[in-house]
């Protein structure tokens, strides 16, 4: 297995317009762990989704739509509780407006006993976030328990910390950040997003010092339109002494919804890294997979392809016009 992803996949209802005032819903499938493992098999991955859907017909479709992707759906497992789901709201610019259906949902009832089924010890990256963790107490522990045996088996764990407060609390996000980080080759929190809540910070560098600091070995920050602030563990130095560098974003062609663009980068990562790549490298591919995933509606509704990756990391300037 090159990546397994652990989260909650959700139906989502989606809207080109505010939720206060659309009238029209898309239904599709989405939520973070579903969207990168959808980006990881688009960029070559052989993944799977570790996950439970409920005994309805939402799940039922969920599996299939999930397979037809790409991804490897044997431990997607129909369990109790039911499908979560979600509207979303977006307009031209790209804003996003969320509610969840998602309550005692079929995902959250995850514990170590679920993914301890899974290939884990023989993947050679593993992808969870902090939205899986902080959907129950068992969910939390499943988590933990997941990066530490990647991390002992000597694979990667990739963390993308993903601060809801609609789902969580900053300090139990923040200490589930400070858990999963020293086993982690990578976290990717998002700046000012994840920066502050969690660490207490809006500056980007002071953000990758604080995830260093907890134990990562690596850390890329999500800016936006500013690019991923990258740094590392292994002693290069780069601008003013410090072990980081500025990876240019890649320009979209087109905005349509910025929903899924973080976990397309976090899953095009992962399947880079699994294939070879160096950080820098797989971080690159993630901003080119991100910039592509803009111009869809919805977590999936655009999913870039490797083609599509390196032709925009061939352009000058990241520009994707």
């Not at 959808?38 to 017909?57: F, I, K, P, S, Y």
């Not at 200490?175 to 207490?200: H, K, N, R, Y």
């Not at 010092?209 to 690019?227: E, H, N």
């Amino acid at each position: 297995m090159d990546v397994i992803v652990i989260g909650e996949p959700l139906v989502e209802f989606s809207a080109s317009a505010p939720l206060t005032e659309a009238e029209t819903f898309r239904l599709s499938f989405s939520g973070d762990a579903l969207n990168a493992a959808v980006a990881a098999a688009a960029a070559g991955a052989h993944v799977a989704l570790v996950t439970r859907v409920g005994v309805d017909e939402f799940g039922e479709r969920l599996i299939r739509f999930a397979a037809a992707h790409g991804v490897d759906t044997r431990w997607m497992l129909p369990g109790a509780g039911s499908t979560g789901a979600y509207a979303v709201g977006a307009d031209p610019g790209g804003e996003r407006d969320f509610t969840y259906m998602r309550a005692c949902s079929a995902a959250s009832r995850m514990g170590p006993s679920d993914v301890a089924d899974a290939p884990l010890a023989e993947t050679s990256v593993l992808l969870v976030g902090g939205i899986a963790a902080a959907l129950s107490p068992s969910c939390a522990h499943a988590v933990r328990h997941a990066a530490e045996i990647v991390h002992e088996a000597g694979g990667k764990v990739v963390y993308d910390p993903n601060f809801r407060s609609r789902l969580t609390t900053p300090e139990k996000a923040a200490a589930m950040l400070a858990a999963v980080a020293p086993f982690a080759a990578l976290v990717t929190p998002s700046s000012p997003g994840d920066g502050l809540p969690l660490l207490g910070t809006a500056d980007p560098a002071e953000t990758l010092r604080a995830c260093l600091k907890l134990g990562a070995r690596a850390a890329a920050v999500t800016q936006g339109p500013d690019g991923v602030l990258l740094g590392v563990r292994d002693g290069r130095e780069g601008q003013d002494g410090e072990p980081f560098e500025t990876i240019p974003a890649v320009r979209a062609r087109t905005v349509v919804d910025q929903t899924g663009a973080g976990d397309a980068f976090a899953g095009t990562v992962a399947a880079r890294l699994a294939a070879g790549a160096s950080l820098r490298d797989a971080v690159r591919a993630g901003t080119a997979a991100a910039a592509v995933s803009l111009e869809g509606q919805g977590g999936t509704g655009r999913v870039a392809t490797p083609e599509e990756i390196d032709r925009l990391l061939a352009l000058p300037h990241g520009n994707g016009g």
